[in-house]
């Protein structure tokens, strides 16, 4: 019992959450720890559920790390698979006998992860509404998403090197300022963008920034959805040209590696299937020729994130795509290397003999 009301304490305790349906990632992610912890206290305090209820509770955990990270929390397949976890646990809390007398603050507990559970699945209605207004909407590539703070961003300073980093969730997730401190390096990333979408967004997240290079990290998510080897290349190439007509040095980071090193932890990072590491070599090795024909860098973090297997090292990711900590670490120090090979002045080159 005392177990159980020190549970019931740490989740009542949490701060006010937003209340409208479709929550942000804080909200979000603290209604996702509210409702495994209720699940954990219910369970003590209901022997019978306990029993029945564990691999409900066991799913919602899992379900709701997921969640956590900063690509998935609205992941609208993942939060279906909670919701239904939560659907079915709280059925079984009503069929099942419960203790006599049953302690009040059980009853408060299971109300509230009644609350939790509506709220939720409001937030689920509202993210598929979401995501149906972005196949609708006229802004596919997500200009508006950095609109405002393009506009705050300002001309580059006198002999300022401005770098943009474009990309997807793993450039979103970059804080680009702790691990480049006081350099001019912008985040442009957009978790779960295409090389497509990238393209479209050149002009108004890297041209109009007059930034002096651009380093493009993308095609992982464009691999995911079947799109061919040959469109992602395209799609490359017509970046690097817009570049290069704007003066801009286009610098092609290499893909990342996979694994399925955490698929245990959760079925969604078991990776290879919808990223088959024969395909990322793929890409890699046509963006290294690339960049060697057109005397562009070439920024190789596959080498270093990749272990002897070919896979994404399991201490550099903790869910097979993303990078953690120490894979970023990793990255930032080829990234500059990259950037300062690529801001370097050409050599110089020596006169001929006249002859004597």
């Not at 804080?26 to 209720?38: D, F, G, K, M, T």
């Not at 900063?70 to 239904?84: D, E, F, G, I, P």
């Not at 943009?164 to 350099?183: C, Q």
Request: net charge positive.
């Amino acid at each position: 019992m005392k177990r159980l009301v020190l549970l019931f304490v740490a989740a009542a305790a949490l701060p006010a959450q937003q209340t409208g349906p479709l929550l942000d990632r804080p909200s979000a992610i603290q209604a996702y720890q509210q409702a495994v912890n209720l699940m954990d206290a219910a369970s003590v305090a209901i022997p019978a559920l306990a029993a029945a209820g564990a691999q409900f509770v066991a799913n919602a955990r899992q379900d709701a790390a997921a969640l956590e990270t900063s690509a998935l929390y609205n992941n609208s397949a993942v939060l279906y698979r909670l919701l239904t976890n939560l659907r079915i646990y709280l059925d079984l809390s009503d069929a099942l006998p419960k203790p006599n007398p049953f302690a009040e603050d059980a009853r408060k507990q299971l109300a509230s992860l009644r609350d939790i559970h509506d709220r939720l699945e409001a937030h689920f209605r509202a993210v598929l509404e979401s995501k149906e207004q972005q196949l609708r909407s006229p802004d596919r590539e997500n200009v508006s998403r950095y609109a405002e703070a393009n506009r705050s961003l300002g001309p580059p300073r006198p002999n300022e090197n401005r770098v943009v980093f474009l990309g997807d969730s793993i450039t979103d997730a970059w804080r680009l300022n702790e691990y480049f401190p006081d350099k001019p390096y912008i985040n442009r990333g957009i978790g779960g963008q295409i090389t497509g979408q990238m393209l479209g967004r050149m002009k108004a997240d890297v041209i109009d920034l007059k930034s002096v290079a651009v380093l493009i990290l993308g095609g992982t998510n464009d691999i995911a959805r079947g799109i061919p080897a040959a469109a992602i290349e395209n799609n490359f190439s017509m970046i690097a040209d817009l570049a290069v007509a704007n003066h801009i040095r286009p610098i092609f980071a290499s893909l990342l590696p996979v694994s399925d090193y955490h698929k245990d932890q959760n079925p969604d990072y078991e990776r290879t299937k919808l990223r088959p590491p024969a395909v990322i070599r793929e890409i890699n090795a046509w963006l290294e020729a690339f960049c060697k024909q057109h005397g562009f860098t070439y920024c190789d973090y596959f080498t270093a994130a990749a272990d002897s297997q070919g896979f994404f090292r399991s201490d550099f990711s903790d869910d097979g795509l993303h990078p953690n900590a120490a894979g970023y670490r990793a990255m930032g120090l080829i990234a500059q290397s990259a950037i300062n090979r690529s801001l370097a002045p050409p050599p110089k080159r020596k006169g001929k003999r006249s002859a004597g």
